[in-house]
């Protein structure tokens, strides 16, 4: 099975343990954690890869942290 993942990443909310607040590199970090953890649960049983697309509405600094993330 395959399964493909769009998303645009985005700032996460603020941490009620850290008071931080999460970053799009955060946010992708955990999207991939997850597929990893998906893929070793079911074993060979699924293939995922994730797409980080970029919203064309936003600025064009944020496209290109997010390209820049995905390189």
Do not use: C, F
Request: overall charge positive; cysteine-free.
């Amino acid at each position: 099975m395959y399964l493909e993942l769009r998303s645009t990443p985005k700032a996460l909310l603020i941490d009620r343990l850290t008071g931080t607040k999460g970053t799009m590199k955060d946010y992708i970090d955990r999207v991939l954690k997850a597929i990893k953890d998906g893929e070793a649960e079911e074993g060979k049983q699924i293939r995922v890869r994730y797409i980080a697309s970029v919203n064309r509405g936003a600025p064009l600094e944020q496209a290109k942290e997010i390209i820049d993330l995905a390189l």
